[in-house]
Each structure stands twice: as structure tokens, then as C-alpha cells.
């Protein structure tokens, strides 16, 4: 939990970093829709949720979370492309819609630079190594003698593709095989990791924190150059030997192209109200997950980084779908 001094240190910083602009902008009425390219109960989702309920309160009417998981949320990522840019369709997603998949199919219905603006970053999640509360296996040296010694007989699982290219960037540092299982979802992975199908997973620090605080799984490193606040005692993928293993994915907020900017503005300017409430914090906190906000010109060039840089590990991995 936040103590007092960390509330008011991380207002303050949400403070002076929210734009002073856009807030005399009469939102649009009419209910707004919050498409989530993920099942409920997934991270994104979670966030997603915080958000939009304080976000409700703020406009006087009804933000409304539609879950269009499946298809690696292309579905989703369509249905806001060509959704009406008026402020009354909001886009929370991933690395994955708008990244990741862009490196991985040869071609999408949507194009998610073209087709989408930009409104703020929500947050960020390194990944964390998981295998079964029970299993013998209690560090990463040991996962990756096991999966050396009998190469081919070990699955791993993910639903979203960023888990995916996390564990195969592992298995490259590592050199190790191991068979992939697809899921919809991270979450339904969990189950089959406990029951011995999976020897092994990658999900983000929101869902992992989860897993873990329950009793189902137990983790073994996580993702990030430093350990990270809500696992405070987990080794970084240096401290366990693979220091190739740095990979944060993240989410963030996206309206329809076309959607007037002094919309995006206020939007982007109650994001920031939202993050620096004691109560988001705390809930983000205790999810494994901090707000970390942009602007929206500085969402832009992030995601152009991000573009890059998951391409590049994806062309090495030679991901493809089935």
C-alpha cells in the first residue's frame, strides 16, 4: 500500500504533468463505449475499468467497457477504426494491437497509426516468469536445465501476443525449446500451467501478481532492468542470469482518426485527474501497476519507438500465426 508521503509525491507529479488544456471542452453527450480488445478479467480490462468508472463521474454519463476479446484484437482494433470520430468511442489497448501485430501479420484491416489518435499511455508492465506454486522448479537456472534436458517435451502459454514474443525471448536468451499453446486469454492459461500441461509461462505483472497472491503460481524472475515495486522480492531477468530478458509491455488510450483535438485534449487532461486520485493509485498499486501518462504527441512517437523495437524481436523469434 501507498503511505501518505507516496500519495502526495505521486499527485503531485500527475499534477504538474496534466495538460491546462481542454478542460473548459464541453464533452460530447451520449454514452461512451470502451472497447477493450481482451476478455474480462484480463489486465487491460482491469485498468481499463478503473478508469472509466472515474471517468463517468467526471463527464455525467455512462463510459461502458465492450470486451471484444478474440482474433489477437483485431476485431476490436476495426471496430474503432471505423468507429464515428465524436469522443464516443474510446480505444484502451495493448502493445499488441498496436505493435505487435503490425510485425506479425503480413496485413490487418486496420492501420494502427493511420486509423487511430493517439490520446495518452495508460501504464506499463514488464513480464514475469511463472511455473506452478508446487513445481520443484524455484529459480530460472533450473527451468531452463529442465527445458535443456528434454528439449521438445515442454509447453509453454500465452493468450496475447506480447506473452507470446516475452517467452520467446527468453527461450532465445536461454536456449531452450519448448511448444506453444495458444489461449484467449492469459488468464486461461493459468489453470493448464497448474495442472502440468504448461510447464511454464510469461503474462504481465497485473495478472502474475494475481496469480501468485492466490496461491496458483509462483514467479521466477521479471522483465524489467530493476525489480519491480509489486514483486519487490523477484530477481530481474539479470539477476537470473538472462540479462536479454527486457521486455515492458504497456497500454494506452486511442479515439477514432478524426476525432477533433480539443476532444483528445480533454480527455487526455481527465486521464491525468483519474491517475492522481489516492484511490487509482492505491488500486493500481495493489494490481502490480502504476499510471504512467503522455501527452498525446509524445503517446505518438512512443508508440513509433515501441513499433520498432517489437519488430525487431519478433523478426528474430520468426513469430508467425497459425
Known amino acids: 500500500m501507498f503511505g501518505r508521503r507516496q500519495f502526495a509525491k505521486a499527485i503531485g507529479v500527475a499534477a504538474f504533468a496534466a495538460p491546462a488544456i481542454g ?18 478479467g484480463a489486465a487491460t480490462d482491469i485498468s481499463a475499468r478503473v478508469y472509466a468508472e472515474r471517468l463517468s463521474a467526471i463527464w455525467g454519463q455512462p463510459v461502458v467497457i465492450d470486451n471484444k476479446g478474440g482474433g489477437n484484437g483485431i476485431p476490436a482494433a476495426e471496430s474503432v477504426a471505423r468507429a464515428k470520430p465524436d469522443g464516443l468511442t474510446l480505444f484502451a489497448t495493448s ?7 503490425p510485425a506479425i501479420y503480413d496485413k490487418l484491416p486496420y492501420d494502427p497509426i493511420a486509423d487511430f489518435a493517439p490520446i495518452s499511455r495508460m501504464g506499463t508492465s514488464p513480464f514475469v516468469l511463472l511455473v506452478d506454486r508446487n513445481s520443484p522448479i524455484n529459480t530460472a537456472a533450473e527451468l531452463t536445465a529442465k527445458l535443456k534436458a528434454e528439449p521438445g517435451k515442454h509447453n509453454y502459454g500465452a493468450g496475447a501476443l506480447p506473452a507470446r514474443v516475452a517467452s520467446e525471448l527468453y527461450k532465445m536468451a536461454a536456449g531452450v525449446d519448448a511448444v506453444y499453446v495458444g489461449y484467449k486469454s492469459n488468464p486461461q492459461a493459468i489453470p493448464d500451467v497448474q495442472s502440468g500441461l504448461l510447464t511454464f509461462m510469461m503474462i504481465d505483472t497485473v495478472n502474475a501478481k494475481i496469480a501468485m497472491d492466490r496461491g496458483a503460481l509462483k514467479g521466477l524472475f ?15 531477468a539479470a539477476e537470473a542470469g538472462l540479462p536479454e530478458v527486457l521486455l515492458t509491455t504497456w497500454t494506452g488510450f486511442y479515439a477514432p482518426k478524426g476525432t477533433p483535438a480539443e476532444i483528445v485534449d480533454r480527455i487526455n487532461a481527465d ?9 487509482v493509485i492505491e488500486r493500481l498499486a495493489a494490481l502490480g501497476g502504476t499510471p504512467k501518462l503522455m501527452r498525446p504527441a509524445e503517446f505518438a512517437a512512443f508508440a513509433s519507438a515501441e513499433k520498432e523495437r517489437w519488430g525487431q524481436i519478433i523478426r528474430r523469434a520468426n513469430i508467425k500465426v497459425e
Open 23 to 40: 478542460r473548459a471542452q464541453k464533452f460530447p453527450a451520449g454514452r461512451v463505449t470502451m472497447v477493450v480488445p481482451f476478455p474480462a
Open 95 to 101: 502493445a499488441m494491437t498496436q505493435v505487435v501485430n
Open 222 to 236: 521479471v522483465t524489467d532492468s530493476e525489480r519491480y515495486a509489486a514483486v519487490p522480492a523477484m530477481p530481474t
Open 271 to 279: 486521464l491525468y485527474t483519474v491517475s492522481a486520485m489516492p484511490e
